[in-house]
């Protein structure tokens, strides 16, 4: 009869969680409530995701590595997708790479990867110690000494040379300290052997280079003898500690009311009140003495103090 029909309310079909169809369906009745039906469909397919640009960093150390900032990603319809649990490699034993691999997942099940990479390239070489002489009468044996690293942290030299020392002279020991990463550097430390000691009118000086101050009343203090003698009493003791500081100072040692007991009195005061700790300390001792034709001599001994509790 041509007249123009009204179609109902749609019904809409459920919307799928990520791909599918969705339908819109108007019914249309006529005055003899004859109907039909007329579909509208959605197809939706989704379309793959675009990931933002792998990232890096170059650190020094392994211990700079931290966890990376994941960027936001989403999908084409603008649906925050969330990144998995990182994929971490193995840290190399020295440079080279350590990388971070995220996973980004759409809920079609397509996945694109982030991967952040940290390139570790030490060019920081180990800290430059300062290497005191080693002396002693007849035989002398050096202990390897340490310096400290930005990478390694402490590091222990090593050397080719020997580290005993039995005959009288001077003797340079070549110490290389390198820190694994490629940086290396080589310093030198002198070793004194003296064999025929100073023989003085008054005694001949011996450093005793190990005391246990704990208070058991057993070599308590840093005893030197024959410095208290009359003919080398004019004298000068330091000690410093394995980083240069000094902790000790004074003139006219005697070893009984001028003495080392291991309790800091230096230009910079360390621990009085529990003493210092354990450890390898350098003594440097400056004396006068009157040797057997009454000539004075200027004389100087240094090396390195045990100190024990």
């Known amino acids: 009869c041509g007249n123009i029909l009204t179609a109902s309310t749609p019904d809409i079909s459920t919307t799928p969680a990520c791909e599918g169809t969705i339908t819109y369906t108007y019914t249309f ?98 800290t430059i110690p300062v290497l005191a002489d080693v002396s002693g009468e007849c035989t002398v044996t050096v202990v390897a000494p340490t310096t400290t690293d930005n990478c390694a942290g402490i590091i222990t030299a090593t050397t080719s040379d020997p580290l005993t020392y039995t005959s009288e002279g001077t003797f340079i020991i070549h110490w290389n300290f390198n820190d694994g990463n490629g940086n290396n550097i080589i310093v030198n430390q002198n070793v004194i052997v003296d064999c025929g000691g100073v023989v003085l009118a008054c005694g001949k000086i011996l450093v005793h280079n190990a005391f246990s101050p704990n208070g058991d009343g057993i070599n308590e203090v840093f005893v030197i003898d024959n410095i208290g003698d009359a003919c080398n009493s004019d004298n000068t003791v330091e000690i410093y500690n394995r980083w240069g500081v000094l902790v000790f100072e004074t003139r006219n040692y005697n070893n009984e009311s001028n003495y080392f007991d291991g309790v800091s009195r230096g230009r910079t005061t360390i621990s009085q009140s529990s003493g210092l700790p354990t450890g390898t300390y350098f003594y440097i001792l400056n004396y006068t003495s009157v040797d057997n034709d009454g000539k004075i001599i200027t004389n100087k001994k240094d090396g390195y103090l045990y100190l024990t509790k």
């Open 29 to 126: 009745t006529d005055c003899k409530e004859n109907t039909h039906n007329w579909v509208y469909t959605y197809t939706i397919e989704r379309a793959d995701f675009t990931m933002p640009d792998n990232d890096g960093k170059t650190v020094a150390c392994t211990a700079d590595i931290v966890a990376p900032t994941v960027p936001a990603v989403t999908d084409n319809c603008e649906n925050t997708l969330t990144a998995s649990t990182p994929v971490i490699s193995t840290n190399p034993t020295s440079e080279g790479n350590v990388t971070y691999t995220y996973t980004f997942t759409d809920c079609e099940g397509t996945a694109h990867n982030w991967v952040y990479t940290y390139t570790i390239d030490d060019t920081i070489p180990p």
